[in-house]
């Protein structure tokens, strides 16, 4: 994924929002960069992707994810249709189905 691909596509939140804001606000847990706009508290698709991604920070490592952004987007509508989770109003809107 690239930086300003979104990770959390309830809320809209860039990979870019999130690295920032654990740089800027060094959480000690992944689960507080729920604070960062809400990421992770909509239909929960992207919580797996929010603890790597922290992982990966405190690491140091880079992000060796190959997923594009728009598999990133199908998988996820693949996830709320399956009915593991329901995205907020003004979500992102689910991809069509392939």
């Known amino acids: 994924?690239?930086?300003?691909?979104?990770?959390?596509?309830?809320?809209?939140i860039s990979k870019r929002k999130l690295l920032?804001?654990?740089?800027?606000e060094q959480p000690k847990v992944a689960s507080q960069l729920s604070q960062c706009g809400g990421?992770?508290?909509?239909?929960?698709?992207c919580v797996p992707f929010l603890r790597k991604l922290f992982q990966q920070?405190?690491?140091?490592?880079?992000d060796g994810e190959s997923l594009t952004a728009e598999e990133y987007a199908q998988r996820r509508g693949d996830?709320?249709?399956?009915g593991k989770g329901k995205p907020p109003e003004?979500?992102?809107?689910?991809p069509e189905v392939e």
């Open 57 to 62: 920070e405190m690491a140091g490592v880079e």
């Open 20 to 24: 920032n804001f654990t740089r800027r």
């Open 79 to 82: 996830y709320v249709r399956s």
């Open 39 to 45: 990421a992770g508290t909509g239909c929960g698709w």
């Open 1 to 12: 994924m690239e930086l300003d691909d979104k990770v959390c596509l309830c809320f809209r």
């Open 90 to 94: 003004g979500a992102t809107p689910l």
